[in-house]
Each structure stands twice: as C-alpha cells, then as structure tokens.
C-alpha cells in the first residue's frame, strides 16, 4: 500500500519572515513606486517591463516598439501614461 506525504512542516523549516528573524515579527509601511524625476528638458529615464509592438501616444501616425528590460528616455508624461498601465518596470 503506497504512502502520503506527510503535510505536516518540518521542525528546520522556515515558513514565515518571523522564522528568519528568530521569532521577532517586524512592520513594514507599503511604499508606492516612485517615478524617477525629470531632467531639464522634461524627460525620464524609464525601463519596460512589457514589450509594446505597436505604440502611439498622440499623433497616430507615430508608433513606437518598445521591448521588455530596455531603458528608454521619454517625456514624463508618456512615462507616467505608461507606468499607469503597468508597463514600466519598478
């Protein structure tokens, strides 16, 4: 007759962030992503977490690819459009 596993936790295994600090639990505040802040001339450094193949903001006869893990200079407000999205990487 075949055995289950035994669901029970192991005694050395960790299961929670208490187990790592040794019993003592700790609070951490959420932290809203930061947009990175503007150059002199408007723009912001941003890096894709989506690749975008056929993108326009605007003039609708601009497109844009924008490929997942590149960083690219944009004007903030494209990038803040975008990060609402969930396209930009943080």
Known sequence: ???????????????TTA???????????PVAPVMPKSDNQGMVLVRMNTT?????????????????????RMPRHIAIYLDDLGYVWH
């Open 19 to 29: 187990d790592l600090l040794g019993g003592r639990e700790i609070e951490v505040d």
């Open 1 to 15: 007759m075949a055995q289950r596993n035994n669901p029970t936790i192991e005694q050395d295994e960790i299961t």
């Open 52 to 72: 975008l193949e056929d993108f326009t903001y605007g003039d609708p006869h601009t497109h844009w690819k924008l490929e997942a893990g590149k960083r690219y």
